[in-house]
């Protein structure tokens, strides 16, 4: 009795979260990724970019977070695509003013 066993791939990009908070000052954001695909990665807004590496570490991707001078929170996503296949992950950013001086309140008409 002969048996032959065939085995397909099943395509998978799987990140460690998918969500990650920064408050205003941003700061650099490292996460590993298991994948069988190669992927392309976009973002969907331009204060975060990805950090040009020549680790060794297979896997994780690095982007830098800008500081947030918007005076209003943010969100924006990082994607991961292979063909049909894709993962996102949303990158949220608070904005607090916590120091300054009278002059710079935000004055109400009467």
């Not at 982007?63 to 943010?74: E, L, Q, S, V, Y």
């Amino acid at each position: 009795i002969w048996v032959k066993i065939y085995q397909s791939q099943k395509d998978a990009i799987i990140v460690e979260k998918n969500e990650y908070e920064f408050d205003e000052e941003g700061g650099l954001l490292e996460f590993n990724v298991n994948t069988n695909v190669q992927y392309d990665i976009k973002t969907s807004v331009d204060w975060i970019s990805q950090v040009e590496s020549r680790r060794l570490e297979k896997g994780t991707l690095v982007f830098t977070i800008a500081k947030n001078n918007t005076k209003k929170d943010r969100e924006g996503e990082i994607i991961l695509i292979y063909k049909d296949l894709s993962q996102n992950i949303i990158v949220k950013q608070s904005y607090e003013k916590s120091s300054g001086t009278i002059d710079d309140i935000e004055k109400e008409p009467w």
